[in-house]
């Protein structure tokens, strides 16, 4: 089983569902340059140490600056049982060009 893939409009209009959770995996550094509101953040590198937190009844859709991040941490929830894992295409810079320009790119 894989993580599927989840366009930057879909995560925008699942986000805040009680069933959803947007995880972003990004660094502390890129958050001071872009966030999105709502968002779960945990740094890749904490990823595998702190999975516990999260809940396994809810979807995960995980999020990076471009997607190469996210997809290995999508990956990693899949193959450690979570059942609904998503990963945003395109990560945060899709995200800002397609659904919300008042999030910076860089």
Known sequence: MTARAMTP???K?????ADFVL????????????????ALHIPFRAVAAR????????EIAVICHHGGRSEM???????????RVA?????IDA?????????PRY
């Open 13 to 17: 209009t699942r986000l805040g569902a």
């Open 87 to 91: 990963n945003v295409d395109g990560g």
């Open 51 to 58: 999975a516990s937190e999260l809940d396994r009844t809810k």
């Open 23 to 38: 995880l972003d995996v990004r660094e502390p550094s890129e958050l001071r340059l872009a966030r999105i509101d709502g």
């Open 95 to 103: 995200w800002a060009a397609t659904v919300d320009a008042k999030i």
């Open 73 to 83: 941490v999508a990956q990693f929830l899949v193959r450690s049982g979570f059942p």
């Open 9 to 11: 409009a879909d995560a």
